[in-house]
């Protein structure tokens, strides 16, 4: 096996088995903050329960091991091809080994061949930059959490949403409604402002990347975060939905141009099981450092 | 914290309410899409199976075949419910079922027959696929595995102390229901 198969193989086993520590405490701070005795308080002990578990076991957090998708930066020059051949190849040891779930359905037979390879899956994407570094970053994106994702063209009508920052305040805070919690919550809320139906959730899942507590350096975009973090939490939905104070763990939200015919407002939800990781990569394909 | 034990009879049932911490022990068997279809379709169940005042649990979960020819569920989380919506009430009739355990609730038809026949839906930890296969102490058997594959095969599992939340009870009563209306008025306040 090549170093980079191996480097590969690595990180999926440990972004499938260990939740990054941004969210472990995230999760560990709204333990805390839940009234105890609560049916709210009893899920988020399971759930930390479940991360130490998994964590001690080397086994999948959720049996919903989720699409895989890898984000890629790197130089000029570097071998996209080889790659993409290689971290299939990782993916497809990793389901043997059992750190990924045979997950991989063909849409047109619904044929499982328990590889995790397929059109689109896993999934790349690349970008170059003038250092001569190679990051990986690999998220595992839940289904049960894409299913209560929501694409929202605005004006919107109905919820009374104009073309402006509170029309998009509105139908995030009625994404978040409609969830419940149907999407494993406490959640994550990835957003992206704009683009068009492909650019907008593909842009939404990138926040993803982003530690939950970091800030926007956008002003504008920090304050629309804060206001829904806080607002969505007072609605009272809770954990899995059984009522409580924690229903997001964090908001993220990045803008991309739109025409001035669409306006779009893309949300990507993530559940508790938010699996993210990331490495570094030397010449030999060897992992540097660990990104989260 | 309210312990439940098989056989799960409707005096048991009937005396849950929404809200209600439970701890399961005893038999439960997993069941999901394909097997609801079946049933639904007027398929017959091996006579081993017996669901009558027993528990069906939303499950498609990782199963592993031991050296000794034994299986182990090494990942066992509940799956989305409502999937079933359409066979699920007509299930919980036929087969005299007193619990479903899932995750995300379900609709008015399965709230109807909880009332009726007296069955609740009980609500597990999405995700938590580690605790829960380890309230499993162990894998009893295992039908239409040929037929249905392993995640959509009937399991029969002996749980302990399986953790879940009385979400539909046997009274018509919702928390899904409440919690949505009560965290849509508190965001209309808000807007
Ligand atoms: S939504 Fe997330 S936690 Fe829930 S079952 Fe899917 S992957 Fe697991």
Redesign the pocket.
């Known amino acids: 096996m090549s170093e980079l198969q191996n480097s590969l193989l690595e990180l999926i086993r440990r972004t499938s088995a260990e939740i990054p520590d941004d969210v472990n405490q995230s999760i560990i701070a709204s333990l805390e903050q839940e009234k105890k005795g609560t049916i709210a308080e009893s899920a988020l002990k399971i759930i930390n329960q479940n991360i130490q578990l998994a964590k001690r076991k080397s086994q999948p957090i959720?049996q919903?091991t989720?699409s895989i998708l890898f984000y890629v930066d790197c130089p000029v020059g570097f071998d996209q091809i080889l790659f993409e051949e290689t971290a299939k190849e990782a993916v497809k040891l990793a389901t043997k080994k059992g750190y990924l779930r045979q997950n991989s359905v063909d849409s047109l037979t619904g044929k499982n061949d328990g590889t995790n390879v397929g059109p689109g899956a896993p999934a790349f994407h690349f970008q170059q930059h003038r250092s001569p570094e190679v990051s990986v970053r690999l998220v595992l994106k839940?289904?049960?959490?894409e299913n209560v994702g929501a694409q929202y063209s605005l004006p919107n009508e109905k919820l009374q949403a104009n073309r402006d920052l509170d029309g998009c305040r509105k139908v995030i805070l009625d994404a978040v409604l409609q969830a419940q919690g149907k999407?494993?919550g406490p959640g994550i809320l990835g957003v992206c402002i704009g683009g068009d139906r492909a650019t907008g959730y593909e842009m939404s899942k990138t926040q993803f990347l982003r530690l939950i507590p970091d800030r926007n350096p956008n002003p504008e975009l920090d304050k629309l975060e804060q206001d829904i973090l806080k607002t969505a939490n007072e609605l009272g939905i809770g954990p899995m939905g059984f009522g409580g104070k924690t229903t997001l763990l964090g908001v993220k939200i990045c803008a991309a141009n739109r025409l001035p015919a669409s306006y779009f407002v893309s949300i990507s939800y993530m559940?508790?099981?938010y699996r993210r990781q990331g490495v570094t990569l030397d010449a030999d394909g060897k992992i540097g450092k660990w990104l989260y | 914290m309210i312990k439940l034990t098989f056989p799960f009879n409707e005096d048991k049932i009937r005396a849950l309410k929404v809200g209600d911490e439970v701890l399961i022990s005893g038999v439960v068997f997993t069941g999901r899409d394909a097997v609801h279809k079946y049933l639904h379709d007027g398929g017959q169940l091996p006579p081993e199976v017996k669901l009558r005042d027993g528990i069906l649990y939303h499950c498609g979960p990782v199963v592993m075949k031991q050296d000794d020819g034994s299986w182990k569920a090494t990942a066992a989380?509940p799956t989305t419910s409502i999937r079933e919506e359409p066979y699920q009430a007509q299930i919980i009739k036929d087969f005299g079922i007193r619990g479903v355990i899932g995750k995300g609730g379900m609709g008015d038809k399965t709230l109807a027959a909880c009332k009726e026949f007296g069955c609740v839906y009980l609500h597990a930890i999405?995700?938590a696929a580690q605790v829960l296969a380890d309230c499993i102490k162990k894998v009893r058997n295992v039908y239409f595995y040929e037929k249905f594959g392993a995640p959509e095969a009937i399991w029969e599992f002996e749980v302990q102390d399986f953790p879940a939340v009385v979400t539909i009870d046997a009274h018509g009563n919702s928390l899904h229901k409440e919690v949505f209306a009560m965290s849509q008025a508190e965001l209309a306040k808000r807007l």
Request: charged share 5%; proline share 0%.
């Open positions: 959720c919903d989720g839940g289904g049960g959490c999407g494993c559940c508790w099981a | 989380g999405g995700g």
